[in-house]
Nanobody, 131 residues
Framework: QVQVVGESGGGSVQAGGSLRLSCAAS????????MGWFRQGPAKEREFVAS????????RYVDSVKGRFTISRDDAKNTVYLQMNNLKPEDTAVYYC???????????????????????WGRGTQVTVLS
């Protein structure tokens, strides 16, 4: 299994700015697992943001971030990234990384998996976008 060690890269940025989030994970078979990014804004439920397949060949995004956010992975570093460009105030949230229980998942399967079924979650990193 893959364990999420933690997220980093959050902070405060002006609208239109950029941030790159990193998610470090442990486990010898990191490359066998799809990974996902989620977020929870103030007084909102946690929502799916982006996912990447175990091979890195497919990705999925929530409609509100398409064209602005890019998910990627570096299996040699056991790390998943979320590049966030043209940030908007509505992107303000705590961003979480999660690892599923099953190997060889697709980006779609991560997007559709109930949050309670993920094996490991990080503690999150705060992103604040100022208007």
């Amino acid at each position: 299994q893959v364990q999420v060690v933690g997220e980093s890269g959050g902070g405060s940025v002006q609208a239109g700015g950029s941030l790159r989030l990193s998610c470090a994970a442990s486990g010898r078979n990191f490359g066998d697992y799809a990974m996902g990014w989620f977020r929870q804004g103030p007084a909102k439920e946690r929502e799916f943001v982006a996912s990447i397949s175990h091979s890195g060949s497919s990705t999925r995004y929530v409609d509100s971030v398409k064209g602005r956010f890019t998910i990627s992975r570096d299996d040699a570093k056991n790390t998943v990234y979320l590049q966030m460009n043209n940030l908007k105030p509505e992107d303000t949230a705590v961003y979480y990384c999660a690892a599923p229980r099953e190997k060889y998942g697709t980006a779609l399967s991560v997007a559709r998996t109930a949050h309670s079924l993920f094996y490991s979650w990080g503690r999150g990193t705060q992103v604040t976008v100022l208007s």
